[in-house]
């Protein structure tokens, strides 16, 4: 079984940061990526971040310039964000792609306030 934990969440004020972590364990073989996807109170789950085994990465427009998603071991990433908005608040979810399957975790609640 492969299981997905992110932690790092909290309340925080406008200008603030956090920063989120995510590790993977369990029966994985060949992380192809990891990444971040955010979901709010009545919209859909979107992507925010996203790191590739080669370290490529892909950021929403909305992010950009205020977060920075890095890994530091195969099956760990993390999230820094920066000058954090009342609109980055949302449930924040970690993915991996691994052997054409993607994993998610339950989620860590990230709350901005202005």
């Known amino acids: 079984q492969v299981q997905v934990v992110e932690s790092g969440g909290g309340l925080v004020q406008a200008g603030g940061s956090l920063r989120l972590s995510c590790t993977a364990s369990?029966?994985?073989?060949?992380?192809?990526?990891m990444g971040w996807y955010r979901q709010a109170p009545g919209k859909q789950r979107e992507l925010v971040a996203i790191?590739?085994?080669?370290?490529?990465t892909n950021y929403a427009d909305s992010v950009k310039g205020r977060v920075t998603i890095s890994r530091d071991t195969k099956n760990t990433v993390y999230l820094q964000m920066n000058s954090l908005k009342p609109e980055d608040t949302a449930v924040y979810y970690c993915?991996?792609?691994?052997?054409?399957?993607?994993?998610w975790g339950q989620g860590t609640q990230v709350t901005v306030s202005s």
């Open positions: 993915k991996v792609d691994a052997a054409l399957r993607r994993y």
């Open positions: 369990g029966s994985i073989v060949s992380i192809s990526a």
């Open positions: 790191i590739s085994s080669g370290g490529s």
